[in-house]
């Protein structure tokens, strides 16, 4: 795993903090290697994006979406089933519970989830407020002050 020393970046930066330690933990979480479950972040175009994750098994009353500020927090527990275990032969179908944490970037708002067919699918919009848009700034164009006339003697000159 090639490791990138971000130093004379953050050197040159004010006010990125937030940035390099995202960075930061998504390199230690890539370190650790793939995590359960298995999601994908798509673009579906300048200001919608789509979450999609593979939580085959898990019910919709067993998901727990929870946005709060910055963060969206996925949770799926299995709840206990009643009545005997069945006996697996091979049992390749994760069914444990699970966290999974999200940085959403600024004026990013979770629209919406569903699920269909083992895939949890929670679309997500950016909202910027009007008056964070940015907007066009007319340039006026400034007179040059009329030459002085100094009143003197017109013979001096």
Do not use: C, W
Not at 52 to 60: P, T
Not at 78 to 97: C, H, M, N, T, V
Not at 130 to 136: G, Y
């Amino acid at each position: 795993m090639r490791s990138y020393d971000l130093t004379p970046l953050l050197r040159a930066s004010i006010g990125f903090d937030r940035l390099a330690n995202m960075l930061d933990s998504a390199q230690r979480a890539e370190d650790a290697g793939p995590a359960y479950p298995p999601y994908n972040i798509e673009k579906l175009d300048e200001n919608h994006y789509r979450i999609s994750m593979a939580v085959a098994g898990f019910a919709e009353a067993e998901l727990e979406i929870t946005a709060k500020e910055q963060n969206l927090v996925v949770t799926g527990r299995k709840a206990k089933s009643e009545g005997a275990d069945p006996s697996f032969l091979y049992r390749g179908i994760a069914q444990r519970a699970f966290e999974r944490r999200f940085d959403l970037a600024d004026h990013i708002k979770v629209s919406g989830a569903s699920l269909e067919n083992g895939l949890l699918h929670i679309d997500l919009v950016r909202e910027v407020p009007e008056a964070m848009k940015p907007r066009s700034i007319a340039i006026t164009q400034v007179k040059a002050p009329e030459p002085r006339v100094i009143e003197g003697d017109a013979k001096a000159a």
